[in-house]
């Protein structure tokens, strides 16, 4: 299963893999929503975190996937957050820790709880 989801991503994020010389930093977050939380409150959130750490990195190559239950438990997701480099993905980091990103992670917290995450780094295939 977690092979077919990183699959999944890699190919949701063609862009990263087709170029050549290129890595692609994917940060997976294990997730599962709060009772009486809405999945759209969870996107609207996230969407305010991408923007921010695109504006933040100064890269619109950053991305980030909402991975739903398609069956199943409807409580239970995974983010996907792709990034070009290591850099990159150092520099959002960074942003989490100003004002701005500290009000998204404190709304984070109240809609979700997240029990696992995990960092992978890729290369594309020569």
């Not at 989801?5 to 290129?22: I, Q, R, S, T, W």
Request: glycine share 4%.
């Amino acid at each position: 299963m977690k092979k077919l989801l990183l699959a999944a991503v890699f190919l949701m994020a063609p862009g990263y893999v087709l170029a050549d010389d290129h890595e692609a930093i994917v940060e997976f977050w294990k997730c599962e929503l709060r009772e009486g939380k809405k999945m759209e409150d969870v996107e609207a959130n996230n969407s305010k975190w991408l923007a921010l750490a695109r504006k933040t990195v100064g890269s619109d190559e950053i991305e980030s996937y909402v991975l739903h239950t398609v069956v199943g438990d409807q409580t239970k997701f995974w983010f996907a957050d792709v990034y070009p480099n290591m850099a990159a993905w150092s520099a959002q980091k960074s942003a989490d820790e100003t004002d701005e990103g500290q009000a998204i992670e404190n709304m984070f917290d109240e809609l979700l709880d997240c029990s696992d995450n995990r960092l992978y780094r890729s290369e594309a295939t020569k």
